[in-house]
């Protein structure tokens, strides 16, 4: 059974092993291995995802939302509001044996509810990146623009995919 459930200081270890986990199983190739590492030693210390929780915890409007499967952590997702009704899915990563069981569908269908007022829920996710793009898709996302990330010197198109909520 899948339980969506908001984030807690217990889930930091959770989330960073399946950032490892996802991020090599979906960037290889598309970026550097330095640059993984990199990015993930980075954006997933501990330090800042203490941060990014407690942020969560304190907002009435709460973004970080973590998936269960049977009880063990499988997933987590992040979005930050943009404008008044508009929100930008900064994350969303499923452990890879966890994929095409709906996961990501409830996410996004949770989030419609506990961002209300949301009219739009967008992300960017890299050109190359094939099985981001195609859940997007399949989730009824419309890809609205692109754009070029140069990033340690490698430049990669960024595509903005839109959900229409309204």
């Known amino acids: ?12 270890p959770h989330i960073q092993s399946i950032a490892y986990e996802t991020w090599n199983y979906t960037y290889k190739g598309l970026y550097s291995e330095s640059y993984i590492q990199n990015f993930l030693s980075r954006a997933y210390s501990d330090e800042n995802l203490s941060r990014s929780v407690e942020r969560d915890l304190q907002s ?3 973004h970080y939302l973590i998936a269960e ?12 509001q943009v404008k008044e009704e508009e929100y930008e ?3 969303i990563y499923i452990r890879p044996e966890y994929h095409k069981m709906g996961i990501g569908k409830e996410f996004i269908q949770r989030y419609t509810q506990i961002l ?3 009219n739009k829920l967008f992300a960017w996710v890299g050109k190359e990146n094939h099985r ?6 399949k989730s009824g996302f419309k890809e609205i623009e692109e754009m070029i ?3 340690e010197g490698q430049s990669k198109t960024q595509v903005k995919y839109e959900l229409d909520i309204s």
Do not use: C, H
């Open 132 to 137: 981001g793009r195609a859940f997007y898709e």
């Open 149 to 151: 990330e140069t990033i």
């Open 60 to 62: 009435a409007q709460r």
């Open 89 to 91: 899915l900064l994350r």
């Open 116 to 118: 209300k007022p949301i």
């Open 1 to 12: 059974m899948i339980t969506i459930r908001f984030v807690s200081n217990e889930d930091i």
């Open 69 to 80: 499967f049977n009880d063990k952590v499988v997933g987590y997702a992040q979005t930050r």
